[in-house]
């Protein structure tokens, strides 16, 4: 059996060192924060479960629900409420339901739409001829902008597509590829033209549709699955508490140098961020360095504020809010936790989960705790008419977390396998490759695992 060094203590790294302990290798999890985990992170405060990190994962993806049920936690799944599922975005400076019947921002009902404030008459129009599109021959990867331009005109990048992958990617929807971020439109438009009449012919199901849950999470928190995680690797994993500094080739694989230890190993997987990775593997290979360095990354903060329910007088019917950038100043989204989660808060608090998208700036994380309550408390008081004293805050910063898919990505991953291919007994697993959520990352967790437990390099790409 191999001896595995796992780089990284986050989801990614956990899941690897699960799957690889127990197919009986002999692992060692090298990670420099106090505790495991990443970006997920859970406390609770004042009766309320509060997220720093992701609070949840999307249904439809099966790997990380397949993980939580191996580690016998599927009694404490639950799902969101979605009979109150109702999500505003902020146009001229008030929060407008999103119209029923939207897969994504895919109209799939024209009631809805004809009726919604959400878009002007000519926007509506221009969605409804969307479906008199004819099948495409295969196109050049474009910007998801350019994509839903394209197919529904410039409203529905602005209200809809640009607001909803902020919320997903802290990122930008004229950056993000739309081969990689949204690889089904792309293949309903060359198949039917309309993604309107592909989805609709595909039965693809508006979420307030479906009668499973859209997303599931854990009772306690996204964090029973760290420790979870923690538990059932502790007899077989050794955890190195320390970041490793660099890498060089060794006689049967590769050493590693962290903290004071030195560390040989047949197999190395990097569960960390890309450009981590890029930096690591500098020593190695110069052109792999810069084409992982090359995967943008945004920094996010989150900003939880807990008030008495008794002195709470805005009504919340509804998951929470939306900002499109046209319309932002702070707040890229607003959750309302109570709604979505309601075992999450007690029956006497009001939870509010605020997101700050930073962007490329670095500096933004600088400010201090008090500073970022300060603003998102105005923003939420000119939003929601929010001017509750809270009981409560949490801030969180996440520097340099959420990778970017930009235009390109695809050919970006299958270069970075062509690197690989020299470097035997290297594995990539993460958020940057193969999709940005917690189920996309246990999934290359466990390709990692599975290309060791072969002795192959399977390309890590979407069309693996
Ligand atoms: C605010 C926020 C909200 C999110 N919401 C959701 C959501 O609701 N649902 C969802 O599915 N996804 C969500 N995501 C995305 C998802 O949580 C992440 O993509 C995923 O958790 C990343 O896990 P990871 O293990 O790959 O990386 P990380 O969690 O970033 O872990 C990487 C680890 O590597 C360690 N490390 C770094 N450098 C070194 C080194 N040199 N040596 C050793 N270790 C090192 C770090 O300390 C860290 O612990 C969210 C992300 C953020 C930031």
Redesign the pocket.
């Known amino acids: 059996m191999s001896r595995v060094a796992i780089?990284?203590?986050?989801?990614?790294?956990l899941s690897a060192a699960y799957y690889l302990s127990r197919a009986g290798h002999a692992c060692t999890l090298?990670?420099?924060?106090p505790r495991l985990g990443?970006?997920?992170r859970t406390e609770t405060v004042d009766g309320c479960v509060v997220e720093g990190?992701?609070?949840?994962?999307?249904a439809q993806k099966p790997w990380a629900l397949e993980l939580i049920r191996e580690l016998g936690l599927e009694h404490d799944v639950i799902g969101s409420n979605d009979h109150l599922r109702k999500t505003y975005v902020l146009r001229r400076g008030r929060l407008v339901p999103l119209p029923d019947g939207l897969y994504l921002m895919v109209p799939t009902a024209i009631w809805p739409l004809a009726m919604t404030r959400l878009l002007g008459f000519p926007a509506k129009c221009r969605m409804a001829l969307e479906l008199l599109r004819r099948p495409l021959p295969d196109a050049p990867d474009r910007s998801v902008a350019d994509f839903v331009r394209d197919h529904y005109g410039e409203e529905a990048v602005r209200y809809l597509a640009e607001p909803l992958l902020a919320g997903i990617y802290g990122g930008d929807a004229a950056d993000l590829s739309v081969a990689s971020v949204l690889p089904r439109f792309v293949d309903l438009e060359r198949r039917y033209g309309s993604v309107t009449r592909g989805v609709l012919a595909a039965r693809m199901r508006p979420s307030s549709n479906s009668s499973s849950a859209l997303f599931l999470s854990l009772k306690g928190g996204m964090q029973q699955l760290v420790e979870a995680l923690e538990t059932a690797i502790n007899a077989q994993v050794r955890i190195v508490p320390a970041?490793?500094k660099r890498m060089e080739a060794a006689n049967s694989g590769y050493r590693l140098y962290a903290g004071g230890e030195t560390l040989e190993a047949d197999q190395v997987v990097l569960?960390?961020?890309a450009h981590?990775a890029g930096a690591?593997l500098r020593s190695l290979d110069e052109s792999l360095a810069d084409l992982l360095s090359g995967i943008r990354y945004h920094s996010?903060i989150?900003v939880a504020l807990g008030y008495d329910r008794a002195g709470f007088r805005r009504p919340l019917n509804g998951f929470g809010f939306l900002v499109p950038q046209v319309e932002r100043r702070l707040l890229t989204a607003c959750t309302w936790v109570g709604t979505k989660f309601p075992h999450r808060v007690s029956e006497n608090r009001v939870l509010l989960r605020c997101f700050v998208g930073a962007g490329q700036d670095e500096g933004m994380l600088a400010r201090s705790d008090e500073s970022f309550v300060a603003a998102v408390r105005e923003e939420l008081s000119r939003l929601m008419g929010v001017n509750e004293e809270p009981l409560f805050s949490r801030v969180q910063r996440?520097p340099r977390?959420?990778a970017q898919y930009t235009v390109g990505h695809e050919r970006r991953l299958q270069q970075i396998n062509a690197r690989l291919v020299s470097l035997p007994g290297l594995h990539l697993a993460?958020?940057a490759y193969l999709g940005?959520?917690?189920?996309d990352?246990v999934r290359t967790a466990q390709l990692a695992a599975a290309r060791i437990a072969v002795g192959t390099q399977v390309p890590i790409s979407s069309k693996a």
């Open positions: 780089v990284g203590g986050g989801i990614t790294g090298l990670e420099p924060a990443g970006v997920i990190g992701p609070d949840s994962f999307i970041a490793v569960a960390t961020p981590v690591l996010s989150t996440w977390a959420m993460g958020n940005i959520g917690i189920p990352c």
